[in-house]
């Protein structure tokens, strides 16, 4: 197939796909179990690895369970982000319905021990042009998870799939497929259906290297400012360095909690799904002295007035999501 | 400019052309081709060719590369090709780096331009639901997560303190803005609001989009294209329309800068990076707030209009709505982008040029010395255009 030029729907599927190249597949995703002493004798009874360095008290992870610690399970992935769904969704359009894993390679950076909780983020790192395989004609998709404990690096898995349809199924141009009846627009109507589950979910939050700690915090119910090490002015938003000395050393201090509307923000138009117009967001100044973006909860929105005090609270949203909001303090509700 | 001393650019180089397509909500053509034919019409208007250019500038948010618009054009080799970032606070400083490069000899003919379908293809006024980790995707990922999306929001923040700081309500403040606005584009044919004048209880009965802000406080989203021809003042003064010199031209970024959420910084009640620019443009021009006969203030949004008459120190803090409501500035003539179109600021470069040719269609009688502005909220630019000769240099 390499040899053959693609026709125009082919080009434009194909620039269609390398559009998601280097957007991201999972972010901020969270390992759904520490890693554990029972999970690595399972995996060395079934792979019959007898090497000491996986048993006692100073035990390791065989490094070839990197996978094991960030997959999804059964229930699929919580944290995936809308581009890798609508990647895939895509394909199908194209009629490549059918999925096999390739290949994958790793690589090591530390070794994981028991007790470790990882966190990771996966870019869609390559979509290949169109290739013709044994099994059918498609195009191999190629993440790359960054995975990491504590902040630091502990490993790179690169997995590939080839997305394809089976030998003797064509791949669909759009127009046909939407004339289609049966599994097609089933199928269709499927990839819709989980088009509108993401849509509803509020946007996640966009963690990197720089800012993972303050994530992290969040997740473990703390709010982390950074401190400049050298003149111990504080910061927020997260950045790594300290923009009134330039120093580039920090650490965090825990917030109190405490806190009064600087601003606010009333939204009514346009409507997002995951939010119930109107709604107000509130620019909220800690007793620290810092400032950060954040809803006030259990307040009516026509109630929210600069000055209002308020308090920290960590709530659940879309069952894998950990946000801090602020609440009125205790007798200011309705002021 | 620089932020320390004056510059040597003031007075080097010139408009001399000025050409756009129509502005509408559905252009039915590529954004390539609405830069081609705005590119062509500036050219057209400037009395030169295709062949004559060897520079282009746009921003780095437009879809048509320099060179693709140069090959549509019939362009041949460019010796000078520059993007520059933050979406429209980029307008002005376009004209900029097209004055600094024919001003050292890089280039002789630089034509700067934006197209987009924004309305028809992209909107901005979606909102934004997922950036990419970068530093950049980062910086206003802090926002998202809590439902604060779209460009409304993020100028309401800002806007509801000023109410605070000033004891306004947004009818009085922000209401003449939109009024004046919309009053010169009722008398401009090529504006999308043509005709359709609004009154202040008008702006008062719109919904509300982002509290404070309403509808009529937010510009429209369109399709267009418009372009810019720069070249030397010298070369200028053969040419078929008389110049627009680029009297003084600033770009500016404040401390704690943040692209379009400067939440965390001072008290919220102004826009710093536009007095980086403002204060380099009166030192550059030599001119005051009170030698301006007309200002062109990019009005995305009401509220950054009046924080930007008081940063440039027409009038003292708080004091920006009596101002407007009071007409003492002849403002966004063409009608701005609450009225005419809103191409990113460049629609408002063009205005002020016309102003200085006598061809606006709400002219100011005699108006030799204009300020123009860039995108706010954002890192931006300015520019002081003037007559040949208003100016000494």
């Not at chain 1, 109630?303 to 946000?323: C, H, M, N």
């Not at chain 2, 307008?91 to 890089?106: E, H, K, R, W």
């Amino acid at each position: 197939m390499d040899d053959e030029f693609p026709t125009r729907d082919e080009d434009e599927l194909h620039t269609r796909l390398k559009a998601y190249e280097g957007r991201a597949a999972t972010v901020a995703g969270v390992g759904r179990d520490p890693v554990n002493a029972p999970m690595i004798r399972h995996w060395c009874e079934a792979m019959g690895d007898r090497n000491p360095a996986y048993t006692g008290p100073d035990a390791i992870a065989p490094p070839t369970m990197l996978q094991a610690w960030i997959m999804g399970g059964l229930s699929g992935h919580g944290g995936r982000a809308r581009a890798y769904g609508e990647l895939l969704a895509l394909l199908d359009e194209a009629g490549c319905t059918s999925v096999v894993a390739t290949d994958c390679e790793q690589e090591y950076l530390r070794p994981l021990r028991p007790g470790d909780e990882v966190t990771f983020d996966t870019v869609i790192e390559s979509v290949s042009g169109r290739k013709t395989t044994k099994l059918g004609t498609g195009y191999f998709v190629t993440t790359r998870t960054d995975i990491r404990v504590g902040g630091a690096s502990a490993g790179t898995h690169r997995f590939r799939i080839l997305k394809y349809a089976p030998a003797g199924h064509d791949l669909k141009d759009r127009d046909q497929d939407r004339n289609q009846d049966g599994d097609r627009n089933q199928d269709g109507d499927r990839n819709q259906d989980r088009g509108r589950q993401e849509a509803a979910r509020r946007p996640r939050p966009v963690v990197n290297r720089d800012n993972a700690g303050f994530w992290e915090g969040v997740r473990r119910h703390r709010l982390l400012v950074q401190r400049c090490t050298a003149c111990a002015t504080l910061r927020f938003p997260w950045l790594p360095g300290c923009g009134t000395c330039g120093s580039a050393g920090w650490d965090t201090v825990e917030a109190s909690g405490e806190g009064t509307v600087y601003s606010y923000v009333v939204m009514h138009h346009p409507p997002f799904p995951a939010f119930s117009p109107p709604y107000a967001i509130g620019l909220i100044e800690l007793a620290e002295g810092v400032r950060i973006v954040s809803n006030v909860v259990d307040v009516p929105y026509d109630k929210v007035r600069i000055g209002l005090p308020v308090e920290l609270e960590f709530r659940a949203y879309d069952d894998d999501s950990v946000l801090p909001v602020f609440r009125p303090r205790a007798g200011e509700a309705a002021a | 400019m620089s932020v320390r001393t004056r510059d040597s650019l003031g007075g080097r180089a010139a408009i001399v052309g000025i050409g756009a397509t129509e502005f509408s909500k559905d252009s039915g053509r590529s954004e390539l081709r609405l830069a081609a034919e705005s590119v062509r019409a500036a050219l057209a208007d400037a009395g030169l060719t295709p062949a004559d250019v060897d520079g282009l500038v746009t921003f780095t948010m437009d879809t048509s590369p320099e060179i693709t618009v140069a090959q549509a054009c019939g362009m041949g080799e460019l010796s000078f090709f520059s993007r520059v970032h933050y979406g429209g606070g980029a307008a002005c400083a376009t004209v900029q780096q097209a004055a600094l490069a024919v001003a050292a000899g890089v280039a002789e003919v630089v034509v700067c331009y934006r197209a987009f379908n924004e309305r028809s293809g992209r909107r901005f006024g979606s909102g934004v639901r997922h950036r990419e980790p970068s530093a950049e995707g980062t910086a206003l990922g802090w926002t998202l997560p809590f439902g604060l999306l779209t460009p409304a929001s993020w100028v309401a923040m800002t806007a509801q303190r000023y109410l605070y700081a000033y004891g306004l309500t947004p009818e009085d403040a922000f209401g003449p803005v939109a009024v004046t606005a919309r009053r010169h584009a009722a008398a401009n044919p090529a504006a999308y609001f043509h005709g359709r004048p609004i009154t202040r209880a008008d702006h008062a009965a719109s919904r509300w989009i982002a509290e404070p802000l309403r509808l009529l406080d937010c510009c429209q989203e369109t399709d267009g294209g418009q372009a810019l021809v720069v070249t030397s003042v010298e070369r200028a003064r053969d040419l078929r329309q008389p110049p627009a010199v680029v009297t003084a031209a600033a770009q500016g970024a404040g401390r704690s800068q943040e692209q379009m959420t400067s939440f965390y910084r001072d008290d919220l009640t102004g826009l710093p990076e536009m007095s980086v620019v403002a204060r380099q443009l009166w030192r550059g021009s030599g001119l005051a707030p009170a030698d301006i006969d007309v200002g062109i203030l990019y009005d995305h949004f009401t509220p950054f209009v009046l924080m930007q008459l008081e940063e440039f120190g027409f009038c003292a803090p708080g004091e920006a709505p009596a101002f407007v409501a009071e007409d003492r500035l002849p403002l966004n003539t063409h009608g701005g982008q609450l009225g005419e179109a809103y191409l990113h600021g460049m629609n408002g470069v063009a205005e002020a040029v016309r102003q200085l040719r006598g061809t606006s269609v709400n002219q100011v009688p005699g108006a030799a010395r204009t300020l123009v502005t860039a995108g706010t909220g954002v890192p931006t630019s300015g520019l002081v255009l003037t007559a040949d000769g208003a100016v000494e240099g």
